[in-house]
């Protein structure tokens, strides 16, 4: 006998609970990834995210709410300033009223970009600008002030500006503008563009253009949006600035905010980048000494391998000091620095995007064993890699 169907249990809808924080999520732009940040801390939490802000832009008149994330931008101040409640900001534009912000570490992030071209030897960089984008002139900024740092004369630093509103709607237009400046510009060139829509955007013109990417110019770009690095014609290298770990700061700075352990003057939270995920647009070494070169290309293609310095030495056929001294003069560092840098970034990636052993890791990045894969990583950051894995992958993962 065939059983009947039992009736569909029929659910009420739970309200939020008298003392579960009600947030507003208001943000004139967003990344993905910051709003799951947001929502991770809210569900550790127990907070209700109120909906309006996403729907329409608005809250009803009377809504009681606890506190707002906002990201301001030109237009959005007022709406800003009508929110009768503890907020906590993420942007970098000039606010209505004083309260707490929460930023990726921008200065760091240039330093890291700068490093990242630096260490491949480049003389000549620039910076893509884009006067109309705040925080790309603020990257623009402090990218030109640790290169002078570092040494780099003024006359081998250039800036490409993005072309006007009137060219960006026609593109043969804006093409011609952002070719004339970069042919004004010595090569091999490494440019920094502060945005990942700008890199991807630079690849398109100079491969349509016949300029090879990355040994003509190379391209960085911030953020690791997976989707335009990607799908560029060259895949873009970009910094990752772990925008998840943006959004649950904000949120737990906003936290301590509606518990007043903090007040509106609070100085601003910033969030330190996680590393530059290399791609194609800088797989490349702006090298041109015939010795330094072949050990480059001899590192990177046989890292894996339990190679030494004296297997370098011997497959450049030169001397070990004349090697040595050839670094030093090109790369400003010498070939066992170099061997280290490659394992140990193999070895970062691994421990972030995989659930690999660290004694499986260690192999496949040339270590014989875990034991010094450890002591390599103690001495560049301080940290163990079982610490590093779990400092950086427990919820970055993604954003590889």
Not at 33 to 58: C, D, K, Q, T
Not at 168 to 191: F, G, Y
Not at 375 to 385: G, H, N, Q, Y
């Amino acid at each position: 006998m065939q059983r009947k169907p039992s009736a569909p249990k029929l659910f009420k809808a739970t309200k939020p609970k008298s003392n579960q924080p009600s947030i507003i999520v208001a943000m004139e732009w967003y990344d993905e990834r910051v709003i799951r940040g947001i929502f991770r801390y809210a569900r550790e939490h127990s907070w209700h995210l109120s909906p309006y802000m996403a729907n329409g832009g608005f809250t009803p008149h009377g809504w009681p709410g606890d506190g707002a994330i906002t990201c301001c931008a030109p237009g959005f101040e007022d709406l800003i300033k009508s929110l009768r409640m503890p907020i906590v900001d993420i942007s970098y534009v000039g606010m209505p009223k004083t309260i707490p912000r929460v930023g990726v570490d921008n200065v760091a992030i240039c330093q890291m970009a700068a490093d990242h071209f630096l260490h491949r030897g480049y003389k000549f960089f620039a910076y893509y600008s884009w006067e109309d984008v705040p925080v790309n002139i603020l990257r623009r900024d402090a990218y030109f002030a640790y290169l002078r740092t570092r040494g780099i004369p003024q006359n081998q630093i250039f800036e490409i500006k993005q072309s006007s509103s009137e060219l960006l709607t026609k593109w043969k237009s804006h093409q011609k503008d952002i070719l004339d400046q970069l042919n004004q510009i010595p090569r091999p060139l490494a440019v920094f563009t502060g945005q990942d829509n700008l890199g991807a955007s630079l690849i398109e013109i100079c491969t349509r253009a016949g300029i090879h990417v990355p040994e003509e110019v190379a391209v960085l770009g911030v953020d690791n949006t997976d989707l335009l690095c990607e799908s560029a014609p060259v895949p873009l290298s970009s910094v990752r600035t772990r925008l998840e770990e943006l959004g649950y700061q904000a949120a737990h700075q906003l936290d301590r905010l509606m518990r007043k352990e903090i007040n509106n003057r609070a100085a601003p939270a910033l969030i330190a980048p996680h590393g530059i995920v290399s791609r194609q647009s800088t797989d490349v070494l702006a090298v041109d000494h015939p010795g330094v070169f072949a050990a480059l290309r001899y590192i990177k293609a046989h890292f894996s391998e339990p190679i030494t310095i004296d297997s370098v030495v011997e497959y450049t056929g030169l001397s070990k000091r004349g090697l040595e001294k050839a670094f030093e003069q090109h790369l400003g560092r010498p070939p066992a620095s170099e061997l280290r840098r490659v394992r140990l970034d193999k070895a970062k990636r691994l421990l972030t995007e995989t659930d690999d052993k660290i004694e499986s890791i260690a192999l496949d990045c040339g270590y014989s064993n875990s034991s010094n894969l450890s002591c390599a990583f103690r001495r560049d950051t301080s940290m163990s890699p079982r610490e590093y894995r779990v400092k950086f992958s427990q919820h970055e993962v993604a954003d590889a």
